[in-house]
């Protein structure tokens, strides 16, 4: 069974219109828009907080509830490019060995198989290629899905909408093969969560989602600032160094108030790092050559539209491939097949009472061994079903547990010093945070941690104050002992 999705853009002549569509965390927002001659125009935009679930209500409600919002918004247009939710998105890097081009996608086949807990008929897999500066090659493998896809088609099949692309909203707002993409990091926010997407030679090196960055104070979300400024630097500094010198922007995209008051906060930080922080409030038609009318206000369903209409080669689509009634018709039918057909015809006509009578036979036995078997059976690939669920995150180690054990231990037992959030990545990464009474009792916690034989690279991120003192530091697990 194939497992890469190959993207073969859908072929237009010089007009169009074409509905982008970006869903991410129970939002909607749409975007019709149409080209002619090299121009675009926006005919209708819309947003809109979808009050049912995609993946736990029934489908033909969602579908029903989505096409009242296009009703109101007055688009009759079916045919929709859609941006999946990023939070759908499992991703994993992959260095590339020197192999020949043929073979690249086999290992990168078997190096999905190994990274991604689901089995390869269980996703939607496509990936990006991209260099590091420094001349290695590497592939950022994103995974979706294949019951969420699907589940989505029933939607927007319920809402009569006929999709001819699902990719990922922040993908198309920073397009990784555009020459202005190399070394940038996007935020792309939402209203509950945050896209990051890191291009640099000719491909996406990261992507992934920033959970967490909004509190709800008076019914209203509030975007956390200092939280993404300490993801965002948690990302760069994940990356190989090399790489992260190579970023030198950062860009915002939007017009609200979280994405003005996120590159306020971003500028002071990021800025003296030699990374020039911007904000992207219009449509730019350098990357794509669709000309709209100035000040357009930017979007993941605009690019996703603009996108579709100007025929882009994009690395993420996630569309199931169609196969029309005709090439099934004659797939089946080919003339060697009719010739084997009429040949098996013949020789039925001559024996059908015979056969007839053992097919009965043959279904009468067979059923009666199933109803011996059946309630062991079901029982059996119930079993199964729950040991596929949840193989992938059986761990008996307790490694978490272990973590925090120690880290406990080197705390003093009178108070001195108290850790208000711990945070464990990958379960080797730890990130702690809180008060001491002084310098001194933080500089004798982490000497005993230091102690600790799993214990490693133990530093100091952040210390603000005297007395009380506010600290962050972080340290590495490693099980078996550490250098």
């Known amino acids: 069974m194939k497992t890469w999705l190959k993207h073969v853009p859908f072929q237009r002549g010089p007009g169009g219109t074409l509905l982008g569509l970006a869903l991410e965390a129970g939002r909607l927002e749409g975007v019709l828009v149409r080209r002619t001659n090299g121009f675009g125009e926006v005919k209708a935009a819309f947003g809109a907080t979808l009050s049912l679930d995609l993946l736990t209500d029934a489908p033909e409600l969602v579908g029903r509830e989505i096409r009242k919002h296009l009703d109101a918004a007055g688009i009759r247009e079916r045919r929709c490019a859609v941006g999946l939710p990023l939070g759908w998105a499992l991703t994993i890097q992959v260095p590339l060995p020197d192999l020949p081009p043929a073979d690249i996608d086999g290992f990168l086949q078997i190096e999905a198989e ?161 990374i020039v922080v911007e904000q992207v409030r219009d449509y730019s038609a350098s990357d794509t050559g669709l000309q709209l009318p100035p000040r357009t206000p930017v979007s993941a369903a605009l690019a996703l539209a603009v996108q579709g209409l100007t025929e882009p080669k994009t690395g993420f689509e996630f569309l199931p491939p169609r196969v029309s009634a005709w090439q099934r018709l004659t797939s089946r039918y080919s003339s060697r097949k009719l010739v084997w057909t009429g040949a098996a015809a013949g020789a039925a006509a001559g024996c059908l009472a015979l056969g007839f009578l053992y ?26 079903q729950q040991i596929k669920l949840y193989r992938p995150w059986f761990d008996d180690s307790m490694r978490s547990l272990t973590v925090l054990r120690q880290l406990t231990e080197a705390f003093p037992e009178d108070g001195a010093v108290s850790a208000k959030t711990v945070e464990i990545r990958d379960a080797t990464s730890v990130t702690c945070s809180g008060t001491a009474q002084d310098h001194q009792a933080l500089i004798q916690t982490l000497e005993r941690l230091q102690t600790a034989k799993q214990v490693s690279d133990v530093r100091v991120e952040q210390m603000r104050g005297r007395s009380p003192l506010e600290f962050t530091f972080n340290f590495r697990w490693v099980e078996g002992g550490g250098s």
């Open 114 to 274: 190994r990274g991604f807990p689901y089995a390869p008929e269980a996703l939607l897999m496509a990936q990006s290629r991209f260099r590091t500066p420094g001349g290695a090659a590497c592939a950022t493998l994103v995974a979706i899905p294949r019951d969420h896809v699907t589940r989505l088609e029933a939607v927007l099949q319920a809402a009569q909408l006929r999709p001819v692309s699902f990719s990922l909203g922040i993908a198309s707002l920073q397009r990784a093969n555009a020459e202005a993409s190399q070394g940038v990091m996007a935020l792309a926010p939402s209203d509950h969560s945050i896209g990051l997407q890191v291009s640099c030679g000719g491909g996406v090196a990261v992507l992934r989602t920033l959970e967490g960055v909004f509190e709800i104070e008076g019914g209203t979300p509030q975007l956390q600032a200092d939280q993404v400024a300490r993801e965002t630097r948690v990302t760069l500094g994940q990356l190989p160094s090399d790489l992260r010198e190579a970023v030198r922007r950062l860009r915002v995209f939007g017009r609200d108030n979280s994405a003005e008051a996120l590159v306020e906060h971003l500028r002071p930080r990021f800025e003296p790092m030699g």
């Open 359 to 384: 097919q009965q036979w043959q279904l009468w036995h067979w059923d009666k061994q199933w109803q011996a078997i059946k309630a062991r059976a079901t029982a059996l690939e119930q079993i199964q």
